[in-house]
């Protein structure tokens, strides 16, 4: 398991990480097979979507926090139950192929780590699976 | 990596794949371990759910346009924020157990390609990882 | 494949599956890899989240109930249309990374079984991926 390391900025933030997957894969020399992307925090998340057009980025952000408003009567009292519940949605890790060494994604895909609860210092465990 | 093609009809869709995919395992004589099924696409999901009544299907979709309306002021302008926020939800990959060469599911469960942004010619990735 | 068995008491019910799962990597021998949680019904999902306040998960059940509220008019006739598709948002299968044989999660996550449609009888199936 290869261990990254990242600072979010603000609360509410969907970080590109595709870059530093792929040199994970790059500098682990796996070639065949499938890469798991896993977050082991429970106020942040992990999805893959859209990486051209940013603004993607914040409607997914705007729809979540209107559909989990924050601070709307929940039990949880550490004021984040809806960095939890937004965590849930998008879920706690992703699963992308590899061959050839190379990550497989889509045209228009890259993977976003999701901050819920930040700014934080944060991991995301990488690891890779045999074909 | 298999490569499915599959041609979506309406914008908003529920194709099952699981005899396609079911014959992708069976042709690659694949045995023990587990299937994963990717979608290269960011308007596009994959999920497993009931099989046997079709309304289940109809419902997921109404519900999802419910909690993200299309059109509804996102900052993303080419009309499909909505799609891409509901591939969100959904997620871009399954996986499935594979054992003596056959998927394995539950009694009701099939697997859904979510369309959200059709009709258009679209892919489904297929790989297998050994137990 | 092994399966857990349980038994739900609620009809929705997050059941922490956590050291139920553990056992089963500890008894396969299972030393480094991942591990697959696999829910084989269509209405009940899993989750990773955090397994320290109860309140949290009683959170994310409320607001599931609000974003897809029982008897709302759908078209599946069955009285559980609503469990269907929150077992659809929160997906059909974890994914929890293994080294030395055990389990690696984060210092806050647990697995939970989400029941939806209980009180019933209820599998979860396990798998091993090799590195």
């Known amino acids: 398991m290869i261990k990254i390391t990242l600072k979010t900025n603000r609360r509410s933030e969907m970080v590109d990480i595709t870059a530093r997957v792929e040199r994970v ?8 097979g499938a890469c798991i992307i896993f977050i082991p925090h429970t106020t942040a998340g992990v999805t893959i979507n859209e990486n051209a057009d940013p603004s993607v980025q914040s409607d997914i952000q705007a729809v979540l926090s209107r559909m989990v408003p924050a601070g709307a009567g929940y039990s949880h009292l550490e004021g984040n139950a809806d960095s939890h ?7 706690s890790s992703v699963c992308v ?4 060494g190379k990550l497989q994604l889509g045209t228009w895909q890259g993977i976003f780590f999701c901050e819920f609860d930040g700014p934080r210092h944060r991991q995301v465990w990488v690891s890779f699976l045999r074909e």
Request: no cysteine; hydrophobic share 45%; net charge negative.
């Open 85 to 91: 519940i937004k965590a849930g949605l998008m879920g």
């Open 25 to 32: 894969v790059e500098e682990a020399g796996f070639k065949e």
């Open 97 to 100: 192929l590899v061959e050839g």
